[in-house]
Every structure is written in structure tokens, then in C-alpha cells.
Nanobody, 124 residues
Framework: QVQLVESGGGLVQAGGSLRLSCAAS????????MGWFRQAPGKEREFVAT????????YYADSVQGRFTISRDNAKNTVYLQMGSLIPEGTAVYYC?????????????????WGQGTTVTVSS
């Protein structure tokens, strides 16, 4: 079993930055691909970013491409999401997820471990 705990959310003004962290426990995630998803109020959960087991491959939603960066530190069993140039539409609960595969996926159905989420609010 893997437990995932997100942190780093909060209130930020439009144009600002935040770094989210996802700390894993229970076992190593070094051979798991990881993803970040978000769910805005009244909307479906959507893909944000994903990273392969080694960090060698990353993919982003078009809406965050160029503004967000996903990274990982396998020695710390932690994944990060650096978010820049935030816009109010980025207000959501952000979830970290792990899939038992080396390779990234944009589909939430491919992830079996999920954190509880951290709330990001972007004010205009």
C-alpha cells in the first residue's frame, strides 16, 4: 500500500506561484509513474501533469503547458508540482496519484493510489 499526502496549497494572487509536494509512504514510489490531477468546484477531475518513474518523461495538460513543472525526488519519495503564472481558473483541489507502472498516463483510471488533495485558490 502507498499513502500519499499533498501539501503546499493555499491562497495566491493571479500571476503568482506555488509549489505543491506529494510525500509518499508505505513503500518506495521509485518504480511508479506519478500524476497530478485537479478538480474545480462543480467540475470533473482533470489531468494536470504526469511523470515517469525516472523523471525522464513528463506530459502536461495544454492548459498548464509552459507554466507548470512536474518533478520527483525518488530518494525522498516525493513528487512536486511547481505552478507559475497562476490564473483564477486554476482554483481547484489538486490531487497526487500513483500508478503501478513505470510509464506515465493522462488517464485517472490508470492510477490506483490517491492522496486527499490540497486546495489551491487563485484570486483575481
Amino acid at each position: 500500500q502507498v499513502q500519499l499526502v499533498e501539501s503546499g496549497g493555499g491562497l495566491v494572487q493571479a500571476g503568482g506561484s506555488l509549489r505543491l509536494s506529494c510525500a509518499a509512504s508505505g513503500r518506495t514510489i521509485s518504480n511508479y509513474a506519478m500524476g497530478w490531477f485537479r478538480q474545480a468546484p462543480g467540475k470533473e477531475r482533470e489531468f494536470v501533469a504526469t511523470i515517469s518513474w525516472s523523471g525522464g518523461s513528463t506530459y502536461y495538460a495544454d492548459s498548464v503547458q509552459g507554466r507548470f513543472t512536474i518533478s520527483r525526488d525518488n530518494a525522498k519519495n516525493t513528487v512536486y508540482l511547481q505552478m507559475g503564472s497562476l490564473i483564477p481558473e486554476g482554483t481547484a483541489v489538486y490531487y497526487c496519484a500513483a500508478r503501478t507502472s513505470l510509464w506515465s498516463s493522462r488517464s485517472s483510471n490508470d492510477y490506483i493510489y490517491w492522496g486527499q488533495g490540497t486546495t489551491v485558490t487563485v484570486s483575481s
